[in-house]
């Protein structure tokens, strides 16, 4: 059974137009981590949260944001995607920072148009 | 500024021989090393972790050998099988900065095992 879980597996969206993607998990983690990965390049660390508390990556466009309501769920917002966004989004979580491997989502693959 | 170097882009090896998979690293405070395995159109999937206090790991048919003088590690899959085939990723992370547990991806080596 899928641990992470992530809405929806593919994206098209508008160039402009506001879009959320969607990440659950039943493990429980503290953490939950979103990355950003181009065509051929390595997943790129946009922001995680530890339990509530956000950190933000210091090279994290503004136009990104992500919501953690509670423990399972986490939310990444984009919005006003440009056309260089398009990419694969990963969702990952962890039992706690160090240490410790993170289990990936499926990904959502995001085209903007 | 790569931190995680996998310079081989692609491998390509015979069914039953050793792949040997090759990362480099350049910050002496990363101190646990990760690699995943990737299928086309998943997420990654963790294959096996080495601690900085070690210099070998092994489970099953992988093995994770880790230089920390060299800051080099590499992944051995013996024997090889055909279902091996997809993208591995490096990782690593460490206790610096305000970085605690930030995962650090290299770029991936795409493994290819023929019958």
């Known amino acids: 059974d899928a641990m992470v879980i992530q809405n929806p597996r593919y994206q098209v969206t508008q160039f402009g137009k506001p879009v959320t993607l969607s990440c659950s998990q039943t493990?429980?983690?503290?953490?939950m981590y979103w990355y950003q990965q181009k065509s051929s390049q390595a997943p790129k660390l946009l922001f995680h949260?530890?339990?509530?508390?956000?950190?933000n990556e210091a090279d994290t466009p503004d136009n990104f944001q992500s919501r953690r309501p509670n423990t399972s769920f986490c939310f990444l917002d984009i919005r006003s995607p440009g056309l260089g966004d398009t990419a694969m989004y990963l969702c990952?979580?962890?039992?706690?920072?160090?240490?410790?491997?993170?289990?990936f989502g499926q990904g959502t693959r995001l085209t903007v148009v | 500024d790569q931190q995680v170097k996998q310079n081989s882009p692609s491998l390509s090896v015979q069914e039953g021989r050793i792949s040997i998979l090759n990362c480099d690293y350049t910050?002496?405070?990363?101190?646990?090393f990760l690699w995943y395995k990737k299928y086309p159109a998943e997420g990654p999937t963790f294959l096996i972790s080495?601690?900085?206090?070690?210099d070998k790991n092994e489970d099953g048919r992988f093995t994770v050998f880790l230089n920390k003088s060299a800051k080099h590690l590499s992944l051995h899959i013996v024997p090889s099988q055909p279902g091996d085939s997809a993208v591995y990723f490096c990782?690593?992370?460490?206790?610096?900065?305000?970085?605690?547990?930030?995962?650090?991806f290299g770029k991936g080596t795409k493994l290819s095992v023929k019958p």
């Open positions: 990952a979580t962890s039992r706690d920072l160090a240490g410790y491997e993170a289990f």
């Open positions: 493990l429980n983690h503290n953490v």
């Open positions: 949260y530890y339990d509530k508390d956000f950190n």
């Open positions: 910050n002496s405070m990363f101190d646990y």
């Open positions: 080495i601690s900085s206090i070690k």
């Open positions: 990782a690593a992370s460490g206790d610096y900065g305000g970085s605690q547990g930030n995962l650090i």
